[in-house]
């Protein structure tokens, strides 16, 4: 929880619609540190850009529909051009006006890998993802039935449905990416199959579905869920992980800009989540602000809990503590634990 301070409050209003800063106008430099490689890539794609190959589309809030938008950024971690705004009506961040389908699809099969995991080691990301489907199961122990079946949309190599599988559930994985297939499948044995959303049905309905950092990157989010729901039994759980655009006190060394990526559509706090979920047809079992959400099938709800103005103060603000701040609470928190540890070691 952020200490409220009047005099950074103030700050934000006196903004008004303004973006965040400065340094979130488009200039085309990277936040980032990109290798050559990288470089070649994101010139690759900005020629994409200029040329009209990579078009752009400007649409209604997913959420509530409107199109009133609160510009807060004009450019991603990358420098890539990128109109990242938050909507009047209901709250949600949004990167709006946006690539389209033909462009993200083209981005996905040709850049999208390379820019962002330059130097992946397939055996290194599939224990990382395994450790982390190790705590996601955690979360959910209590509402799991044994011996259910686990889908997860988005899946990679499938590390996270290896921890699902290895605490006494059957797994089946779906991605785009034919290669983390292939792997999962031939390393691990896995039930992992090449294949979108649309134009996959299942022999067996699912218990519980997994969406973890996969639903920012959506581009019809509502409808996404929605089918999801048809696949669903009555009873049936679903489980959503995104990046939390009001957890930047904890994260991304409390910088919006590093948080921001040109592959993301959607920057959802666990209000906008929440929204969008109740639209769709689900109730929230639990949630929390990293973001986590467990939800069950449900009857839709179209009514919105705003979480504007909440969220475009929290970003004025934190944009404000991270210009005051020398370090981010994040760094300050792993160089104590760090010295704490080396001095525990002299000791000895
Ligand atoms: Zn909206």
């Given at each position: 929880m952020l200490i409220y301070l009047p005099w950074i409050n103030n700050y934000g209003y006196q903004r008004g619609g303004a973006m965040l800063g400065k340094r979130y106008e488009y200039d085309g430099q990277p936040l980032l540190k990109l290798t050559p490689a990288q470089l070649d890539i994101k010139r690759?794609?900005?020629?994409?850009?200029?040329?009209?190959?990579?078009?752009?589309?400007?649409?209604?809030?997913?959420?509530?529909?409107?199109?009133?938008?609160?510009?807060?950024?004009?450019?991603?971690?990358?420098?890539?051009?990128?109109?990242?705004?938050?909507?009047?009506?209901?709250?949600?961040?949004q990167t709006n006006p946006r690539m389209n389908a033909d462009a993200y699809t083209n981005f996905y099969q040709q850049h999208?890998?390379?820019?962002?995991?330059?130097?992946?080691?397939?055996?290194?990301?599939?224990?990382t993802r395994r450790s982390k489907g190790a705590t996601i199961f955690a979360f959910l122990k209590e509402a799991l039935q044994?011996?259910?079946?686990?889908?997860?949309?988005?899946?990679?190599?499938?590390?996270?449905?290896?921890?699902?599988r290895e605490r006494g559930c059957r797994v089946m994985g779906i991605d785009l990416d034919a290669e983390y297939v292939a792997y999962g499948r031939d390393q691990h044995g896995l039930d992992l199959r090449a294949a979108a959303l649309d134009a996959f049905e299942p022999e067996e309905r699912p218990n519980l579905v997994l969406y973890v950092h996969t639903l920012e990157h959506i581009l019809d989010p509502l409808e996404e869920?929605?089918?999801?729901?048809?696949?669903?039994?009555?009873?049936?759980?679903?489980?959503?992980?995104?990046?939390?655009?009001?957890y930047l006190h904890r994260s991304y060394e409390m910088d919006f800009l590093r948080y921001l990526q040109n592959a993301h559509v959607y920057h959802f706090s666990r209000t906008s989540l929440t929204n969008l979920l109740h639209k769709a047809g689900?109730?929230?079992?639990?949630?929390?602000?990293?973001?986590?959400?467990?939800?069950?099938?449900?009857?839709?709800?179209?009514?919105?809990?705003?979480?504007?103005?909440?969220?475009?103060?929290?970003?004025?603000?934190?944009?404000?503590l991270r210009r005051v701040l020398p370090v981010s609470p994040q760094t300050l928190v792993a160089t104590l634990r760090r010295t704490l540890r080396r001095l525990r070691g002299k000791q000895r």
């Open positions: 690759l794609i900005e020629a994409k850009l200029d040329s009209g190959q990579y078009q752009w589309e400007q649409v209604p809030c997913c959420v509530c529909g409107a199109g009133d938008l609160e510009a807060l950024a004009a450019k991603d971690r990358y420098g890539f051009k990128m109109t990242v705004a938050v909507c009047r009506g209901c709250g949600l961040v999208y890998r390379a820019l962002y995991s330059p130097s992946q080691d397939m055996a290194a990301f599939f224990t044994s011996g259910g079946l686990v889908l997860e949309v988005g899946c990679a190599s499938g590390g996270i449905l290896h921890a699902f869920l929605r089918r999801i729901r048809d696949l669903l039994p009555d009873d049936g759980l679903l489980y959503v992980e995104v990046p939390g655009v009001k689900f109730s929230i079992v639990k949630s929390n602000e990293w973001v986590q959400v467990l939800a069950r099938k449900s009857a839709p709800v179209d009514s919105t809990t705003s979480d504007y103005p909440a969220v475009a103060r929290y970003l004025r603000r934190i944009e404000l």
